[in-house]
């Protein structure tokens, strides 16, 4: 049983029958609609990303699943961004690469080279992952798989914050204040005082290209359901409780759909939706110590989606025509009461398709801590003809002092959300869906030789 049909959910269902065989017999319980929380919002008959909208380059399973599937990348419509403090650009994008260059250099030092080295050393070790995996090596813990990557350092990493971290590789703290904020702020909603380990991803995310997948990134779920034949139950799974059968565990899956309430024995589950108190009332019967609860909360956040006018004056042009940018970012200033806006494109892109122009209506993306009030959005818009909130629990507000969340629950009972607490996005949530699908076949088949290997990088190499 998969509980939850969101990226990591059908990831799983995936990389379980692609390791156990087309004989195994996959349930994938989700009482929403298929992709969690890669959805999609329509605006004048036109789809657009409400949520997951951006993939990176570097993100190999993403990019295999697009190939696998037969699905392709969405056309690139260019568009400068800019950093915002509230009262003017503390920062702003060119269409000149050496301009933009010069200007970090000018505002900043060379503390943009010495972020960019310590991201690219994070990322360099953070790549052996795909190497392990396809070699069949898996984690049971998360402790485990950062530490065979990059050491303690890895997992020190999830314990202190990034400011702390590239102030002491020499980063100032006016670049940590101006632009990593604001890097922070559009993807988890949270400030510099995220762990280093989850800021070095979300900072990944902002230097270099990204791409999106055509027609939404959510058809990469369904799409991946479908090649599995899974069979998907429309129910909401309210717990599991352990039973034995011939001295092996056997999980009975308890739900609740339309239908009323009911449940099923399983081999193996895995539950890929959080397992918080505030965002699950999941429970554990039978098992021995009992599976404790999880501690920490999550970050609400608002996306806006807006069609309108923008009020380019409050940005300091009272000409709309002038106004550059298609992306704002905002540093982290008391006054402020939204993280980020974007001019969003559809879905779908046709070869004719042009950004619209800063004086014309425009779809924005708004992202917020809390709902826009009528004043706020004036603020931001001169005249809207529609409004669209999605309110969700977005990431773990994540507090360094934490211990980050098990992978087994029990012998064949696998946890895949708490590896959010590391760092959250498609590719993280897509390696740990591979992870668990390795441990709980290795395991399964007693190989502990390729469960928590010292030394990983040597052995890869000696295997080749």
Not at 37 to 43: C, F, S
Not at 76 to 81: D, F, L, P, R
Not at 123 to 151: D, N, P, T, V, W
Not at 330 to 349: E, G, K, R, W, Y
Request: charged share 15%; with cysteine; proline share 4%.
């Amino acid at each position: 049983a998969v509980v939850g049909a969101g990226l990591g959910g059908s990831a799983v269902t995936y990389f379980l029958q692609q390791h156990f065989g087309p004989q195994v017999q996959l349930d994938v319980y989700e009482p929403a609609g298929v992709g969690g929380r890669l959805a999609t919002i329509t605006v004048n008959k036109q789809q657009y990303e409400s949520r997951g909208a951006s993939i990176h380059t570097l993100s190999l399973h993403m990019q295999d699943f697009v190939k696998i599937l037969g699905l392709k990348h969405r056309r690139e419509v260019a568009g400068k961004s800019a950093i915002f403090s509230g009262e003017h650009f503390v920062l702003e994008e060119t269409d000149w690469y050496l301009l933009n260059l010069f200007r970090l250099w000018w505002h900043y030092g060379i503390s943009f080279l010495r972020l960019q080295m310590w991201v690219e050393e994070v990322m360099e070790k953070f790549m052996r992952i795909y190497k392990y995996q396809a070699h069949g090596y898996a984690f049971s813990s998360l402790e485990e798989l950062l530490r065979s990557l990059g050491g303690d350092a890895f997992v020190n990493m999830t314990q202190r914050s990034v400011a702390e971290s590239l102030l002491e590789v020499g980063v100032t703290q006016r670049f940590v204040d101006d632009v990593v904020a604001a890097v922070l702020r559009s993807s988890y909603g949270q400030s510099v005082l995220v762990p280093a380990f989850a800021g070095a991803m979300s900072l990944v995310g902002a230097q270099g290209s990204t791409w999106a997948v055509e027609g939404g990134n959510k058809l990469v779920c369904s799409g991946l359901l479908k090649l599995t034949k899974a069979n998907i139950i429309p129910a909401r799974v309210t717990g599991v409780s352990l039973h034995s059968s011939e001295g092996r565990a056997l999980y009975q899956v308890h739900y609740e759909g339309s239908e009323g309430q009911g449940s099923a024995f399983y081999d193996m589950v895995v539950v890929t939706t959080p397992l918080h108190p505030s965002r699950s009332n999941f429970t554990f019967e039978n098992f021995e110590p009992p599976i404790a609860n999880f501690p920490g909360a999550f970050q609400p956040s608002v996306t806006s989606v807006v069609h309108g006018y923008l009020n380019s004056s409050y940005f300091g042009f009272p000409d709309p025509k002038l106004f550059p940018f298609a992306s704002i970012l905002t540093t982290d200033t008391p006054n402020l009461f939204f993280n980020a806006m974007d001019n969003i494109c559809p879905v779908n892109i046709s070869a004719a398709f042009r950004r619209k122009q800063p004086q014309e209506a425009a779809v924005w993306r708004v992202l917020s801590q809390q709902p826009l009030d009528k004043q706020q959005l004036k603020t931001l818009f001169r005249s809207y003809y529609s409004v669209q909130v999605t309110e969700w629990q977005a990431y773990p507000h994540y507090d360094a002092a934490k211990s980050l969340p098990p992978i087994v629950l029990h012998e064949n009972l696998f946890y895949l959300s708490g590896v959010e607490w590391v760092a959250s996005s498609m590719e993280m949530i897509a390696v740990a869906a591979k992870n668990v699908a390795l441990l709980a076949y290795n395991r399964w088949h007693q190989d502990l030789e390729k469960i928590d290997q010292k030394d990983l990088m040597h052995k890869v190499k000696t295997e080749l």
